[in-house]
């Protein structure tokens, strides 16, 4: 016995008539707001971010709420996984961002040249960088840049 199902065009098209329409973005976070973010949470995250487990730090650099502080300190931290969760977090400052295009680690700049809000000098720093990954990192990048928009 066969676990496959297969529809009938008539069914097939009687679920595209009954499927919800697509929602923008704004219309989704309208439907599942988030929670305000209160100062409790920000003690958190401070407090988080001093964690002896890696892991536990890392999760403070992928918060959006993290405060701009505490980004600049976890840019120096010794965990590499930590460095590049900053790197890649859309909320990261501009000034940490710069920071990180110089850092040891090509995993992190490989990330800060993936991040969408780089600045155009550390983008600039990082298409000359030593590591053939992150120049393609920054190629590519620059592709999705010159491709039209589809609509």
Not at 33 to 46: A, G, N
Request: overall charge neutral.
């Amino acid at each position: 016995m066969s676990c496959i199902r297969f529809n009938t065009p008539a069914q097939r098209e009687a679920m595209r008539r009954a499927a919800p329409a697509m929602l923008t973005a704004e219309e989704a976070a309208a439907l599942h707001p988030s929670p305000p973010v209160t100062e409790s949470k920000i003690r958190r995250l401070r407090l988080l971010a001093t964690n002896a487990n890696p892991k536990i730090r890392e999760s403070v650099a992928s918060s959006y709420n993290t405060p701009a502080d505490l980004f600049e300190t976890l840019a120096h931290d010794p965990a590499e996984g930590v460095r590049a969760c900053v790197a890649r977090n859309e909320a990261t400052p501009c000034d940490v961002l710069r920071e990180l295009a110089g850092d040891r680690s090509e995993l992190v700049r490989g990330w800060v040249a993936a991040n969408y809000f780089v600045p155009e000098d550390a983008m600039a720093r990082l298409a000359e960088d030593t590591s053939p990954t992150v120049r393609s990192l920054v190629k590519w990048k620059a592709s999705l840049a010159a491709e039209p928009a589809v609509s």
